[in-house]
């Protein structure tokens, strides 16, 4: 009778053990927040992949349990995104101008070659199209999902998995559906699990022109910091 109570005493402590691991991962993640007042605040590279993103084993294979660490970032609050990502956005404005500036890599006289002028004139528009983004998060009045996955874009940016963040995108720019466009309506019948489908796992990005606009600029900044700080160390990728 002993040796049962014990056994149970036992398994009522295994989850303490679980829960202490976890919480301890969540304070890492959110150890950042409110570390950023502003633009130049921001260093890229100033986390690792491998200090947030808990390890996890299964069938003898190590994976990055990606998903905890994506739920933990969306319960940040809303001010603390809106403000993540308006920094960033400026961050990576400024860097993409100062690379079409004298200052940039470029060799002398690229600005007036086709390619610098083509370069030019996506900066000029992506900077015209981010604008209404950049207002609502002023504002503190995105769309929650947008939010979220524009958030945890710059996380992965932040700690250059930029492979994720392209995935993230995909995620929001053409949602999670596990059907093709089409493939739902196969019967003459209406079926019970189309509606599902068609909800929450189906991005709502086209629906709207400027949403489509700004978002599309996102991605452009996720191109620049990929091509400006993936290569270099983040001490230096400041300087």
Known sequence: MPDKVKSVEETKEAPRVRKG???KSN?????????????????IGDRQLSDLIETCEKNNKKYLNVKKFETQCERH???????MVFIWCKKMLKTWKTELGPAGRKPEGWLSTADG??????????????KPLLKQ??????NAEILNSLYIIV????????????????????GNSPWPMGVTMVGIHERS???????????HVLNDETQRKYLQAYKRLVTICKSHYNSLSAESADQ
């Open 27 to 43: 304070s890492l993640i959110d150890s950042f927040i409110g570390k950023y007042k502003t633009d130049k605040d921001l260093q």
């Open 77 to 83: 609050s809303v001010e603390e995104k809106s403000n």
């Open 117 to 130: 002028k083509l370069e030019t004139s996506k900066y000029t528009m992506c900077k015209k199209n981010i």
């Open 137 to 142: 998060l002023l504002n503190k009045k995105v």
């Open 155 to 174: 996380q992965y940016c932040l700690m250059r998995e930029y492979m994720k963040a392209d995935d993230k995108y995909l995620a929001l720019g053409i």
């Open 193 to 203: 699990g189309r509606s599902r489908i068609y909800t929450s796992q189906v991005a």
């Open 21 to 23: 691991a976890e919480s």
